[in-house]
């Protein structure tokens, strides 16, 4: 069983690659993907849209698969389901989709269980320990989103992009709404306890499918909007406010020179290069498997100021450390310190946390 496991991560996706979600279903290509049925199509997260619909999967047909045997196509032909641990459905053609509409405020996830070619649902206990349940990815419906999201943030702008003869740090609004929004009056900031560091002016409205860029720096000498703040390349935060509520949020750790981070086709954020104006493009990443604990220092009586430990990336490519852990007592408080999301080290690189 433990050799099978060696194959298993022999034969599963590295992070990063371009055949993550590109199989069936949206399901990642390759063979080493989870049990049950298959579910695309969840809304992003946060989204403002209270409707959503989820494609349930696979069903094959043709091909040579005989309708003698499999007169429903092959893989699932039905399912039942249920919305956030409600009641379940009642059995559905795997060809009708999931309709949702009217979803409140907060977080919604759907589950599924798949009735296989076979006569068996996923989930039947005589499948023993693989009886299993597909659960969709959890988003959340914030009806005071409007539609209007932060998309792209750069917070070391070296040469990535210039502005006017310029190289400020930047942030990129997206209206995903269908109807324009007028941002003035909302703010913008890096620091919760001043919500409206930055204020839209009056008249500021975005398009529906429309980017708005804006320059975090004190620059008025250039044109555009300029937050009067810059952003801080060793990890912060970014924070979109309505008048009274927080509309969208990002928080991120040390983020690598000339490299933004931006949402991806599923919502969540990841390293992107700069495409300000234009729709983000993911930067390739590559796994935690690649650090090394490379040089640590446990007795600052030297010439350094500080304790260190300090993180080697074998490969090539970047890695977000986000999620992951530093510890001394790996046994009793393994997740001691837990590393921010969007924490990038460079390929080949080093990166040094202070222990204090």
């Not at 559905?92 to 589950?111: C, D, F, Q, R, W």
């Not at 039947?124 to 959340?140: C, E, I, N």
């Amino acid at each position: 069983w433990q050799q099978a496991q060696v194959l298993r991560d022999w034969f599963s996706l590295r992070a990063g690659s371009p055949t993550r979600g590109a199989g069936p279903g949206g399901r990642d290509a390759g063979g080493v993907i989870p049990l049950g049925v298959s579910i695309s199509g969840e809304p992003e997260d946060p989204t403002y849209q209270t409707t959503a619909s989820l494609t349930v999967g696979v069903n094959r047909t043709g091909d040579g698969i005989t309708t003698n045997g499999w007169p429903n196509g092959c893989g699932y032909t039905h399912y039942r389901w249920r919305l956030d641990g409600g009641t379940w459905s009642t059995e559905i053609s795997i060809a009708t989709p999931i309709l949702l509409s009217g979803l409140a405020n907060g977080p919604h996830y759907v589950e599924v269980a798949g009735l296989r070619d076979s006569g068996l649902y996923q989930d039947d206990p005589l499948l023993g320990p693989d009886a299993v349940v597909t659960r969709s990815r959890t988003w959340t419906v914030n009806t005071n989103l409007r539609g209007i999201r932060l998309n792209e943030v750069l917070a070391s702008n070296r040469a990535a992009v210039e502005h006017e003869g310029t190289y400020p740090d930047m942030v990129e609004l997206f209206n995903a709404g269908a109807t324009e929004v007028d941002l003035g009056g909302m703010g913008l900031t890096d620091d919760t306890h001043q919500p409206f560091k930055f204020v839209f002016p009056a008249g500021t409205v975005l398009e529906a499918g429309d980017y708005l860029v804006l320059y975090a720096d004190d620059n008025h000498i250039t044109s555009g909007l300029h937050l009067g703040f810059a952003l801080s390349q060793a990890g912060g935060g970014v924070y979109l406010y309505a008048p009274t509520v927080l509309v969208d949020s990002v928080v991120y750790g040390a983020q690598l020179p000339d490299l933004s981070i931006g949402r991806l086709d599923d919502g969540a954020w990841g390293l992107t290069y700069p495409t300000f104006g234009y729709a983000n493009r993911r930067h390739l990443t590559s796994d935690p498997q690649f650090l090394r604990l490379n040089e640590w220092l446990a007795d600052s009586e030297t010439f350094f100021r500080n304790d260190f430990v300090e993180i080697l990336n074998l490969d090539v490519a970047p890695v977000d450390m986000g999620g992951c852990y530093l510890t001394d007592n790996p046994i009793g408080w393994p997740n001691r310190d837990a590393i921010a999301p969007l924490t990038f080290i460079d390929g080949n690189g080093y990166f040094t946390f202070i222990a204090d």
